[in-house]
């Protein structure tokens, strides 16, 4: 199975407003959009989603040509679902060292050549 590390990044945050201000004041970064729960905001080459959650953490995002292939071989490996809303939406998979994955769908980066990651 191949991955791929996309530019998108969460930060869980049990401060969330707080966040959303730091973020904007100390870094200058705009906020892109807001959705319920979570901000998307601009961070140079990054998508950077500051999201309310009653655990902080980080989450980086792995793309994959095929989600529950992905999800079924990670498991096998030792890796646990955290969270599992299917395709286009958060699936949180943690990796036997504590570190948190979201999986996003998209086999078209994978017939791509190129380096470009999403």
Not at 52 to 68: A, F, Y
Not at 74 to 84: F, I
Request: proline share 3%.
């Amino acid at each position: 199975m191949p991955y791929k590390f996309s530019k998108c990044i969460a930060f869980h945050t049990t401060d969330y407003e707080r966040a959303i201000e730091f973020y904007q004041k100390v870094f200058g970064f705009a906020i892109v959009e807001r959705h319920e729960g979570y901000v998307e905001v601009e961070a140079e080459q990054n998508r950077l989603f500051l999201a309310k959650s009653d655990t902080p953490g980080k989450v980086h995002e792995l793309i994959v040509p095929d989600l529950e292939a992905a999800r079924d071989e990670l498991v096998a490996n030792g890796c646990e679902v955290v969270r599992w809303e299917g395709k286009g939406k958060d699936c949180y998979i943690r990796d036997p060292f504590g570190f948190m994955f979201n999986l996003w769908e998209n086999a078209e980066v994978f017939e791509n050549k190129g380096n470009e990651v999403l």
